[in-house]
């Protein structure tokens, strides 16, 4: 029995980067060994194992054979036989198929090094076209490695095309679909995983909506440029100012929603169907309407009275959602970075107004005896009164 660290952690150890989570694959053992070792089996129909002490995971090495169309179209073989080599060849690119043995030599059979060293991102085997879900994760991969130039080889470009061309990315779950997009608009530079999926053909079947406001695709060995769509670049700003993919993606919808807009002149529609499509969470859809609804909110708010921003706020439901909100006025500042105007004076009165809303004391009118709509219109009336106050001394200053 020999076990060997592979995987992710293995590239991002050469890559000098922190490493999160570890995998390591057993050659030469039976489910049955491993169980009398302590590993807890889990997934009945799976080899993979969790380790007694550590909890990491350990898989046996494996064999997988193409039976039927779609990512689950496999039939998987772990058996005291398979070779580590035979593994690593099942993997999708060459950059997650080395491994380390655990006197810290390192396996390459496929050149992985080379391509971490070069930049490239380059699929294994033929296999590759097998399991349409890996065309997402290159492009995903793509937005991960972008701030170091990493690029899709040209061969594995091709096959991303042939993938498309197939069908078979239509045997792919919305749930699916969506995992993979929600991690990718948590790497570092998102943009680059919807360019490549634009570049190999994969938008028009998964987001047609965006791959018509992205106009024809060119070249992929371009990608990189700055881009002149308004969903991308509106995009690529939320990147630069938050990590959190629900701004990320809020900021998208709202570039896409302008442009259906300007077309159709339904904007929100198309955040709802394409919640709707993914079954994105509730937050995350929630987050991106109220960015494309309330977004001329944000963008009037130095001209707005203290009614009107008031108004807003509890349109937003800012007093009790705090945490949203901030979210909210990211994603509004991306766009306005995007249209080219500074929005900081916007961002410090929306805090300032806020902060005011928050200072007053309801329950110092709930003591006094007000009650229902006296309460409420009294406490109605000290807010806009704060408001006004604190507008009076920010513009002042």
Avoid at 147 to 152: L, Y
Avoid at 219 to 231: F, K, M, V, Y
């Amino acid at each position: 029995m020999n076990v060997y660290l592979v995987g992710g952690a293995v590239r991002d150890q050469l890559l000098d980067l922190p490493v999160t989570e570890r995998d390591w694959v057993v050659v030469g053992a039976t489910p049955e060994q491993m169980e009398a070792k302590g590993f807890r089996r889990l997934d009945r129909n799976f080899p993979v194992f969790a380790h007694p002490q550590t909890g990491e995971e350990y898989a046996l090495a494996r064999r997988e054979t193409k039976v039927a169309g779609g990512h689950k179209g496999f039939h998987l073989y772990a058996g005291p036989e398979v070779g580590l080599e035979e593994d690593l060849r099942r993997r999708d690119l060459t950059i997650n198929a080395m491994a380390e043995a655990e006197d810290g030599t390192l396996i390459d059979p496929f050149g992985g090094r080379a391509d971490l060293d070069d930049g490239f991102l380059r699929h294994v085997s033929p296999a590759f076209v097998e399991d349409p879900l890996r065309l997402l994760r290159v492009a995903r991969f793509a937005a991960r490695f972008a701030r170091w130039g990493f690029r899709i080889a040209h061969r594995t470009h091709t096959l991303m095309k042939r993938m498309v061309e197939s069908g078979e990315l239509e045997e792919l779950s919305a749930e699916r679909i969506w995992r993979e997009t929600k991690r990718a608009l948590a790497e570092d530079r998102p943009v680059r995983y919807f360019e490549v999926l634009h570049r190999c053909g994969a938008l028009t079947c998964l987001l047609p909506e965006l791959d018509r406001a992205l106009g024809p695709a060119v070249g992929h060995q371009r990608l990189g440029a700055e881009t002149d769509a308004i969903p991308l670049k509106i995009l690529a700003a939320a990147g630069k100012l938050s990590a959190h993919p629900a701004v990320r993606y809020a900021a998208l919808m709202r570039g896409l929603a302008s442009i259906v807009a300007q077309a159709e002149g339904a904007g929100s529609g198309v955040i709802m169907q394409m919640a709707q499509r993914f079954r994105v969470e509730r937050s995350y859809r929630e987050l991106a309407l109220m960015v494309d609804r309330y977004y001329a909110f944000f963008k009037e708010a130095d001209s707005a009275d203290a009614d009107a921003l008031l108004g807003g706020l509890e349109a937003l439901d800012a007093l009790r959602r705090r945490g949203r909100f901030a979210h909210y006025l990211t994603a509004c500042q991306a766009v306005a970075v995007a249209e080219q105007w500074d929005p900081s004076d916007t961002l410090n009165r929306m805090q300032t107004v806020l902060a005011a809303v928050l200072a007053v004391d309801g329950e110092k009118l709930a003591n006094q005896g007000l009650e229902g709509e006296g309460l409420a219109d009294a406490l109605r009336r000290m807010r806009v009164k704060a408001i006004s106050a604190a507008a009076a001394r920010s513009s002042c200053r």
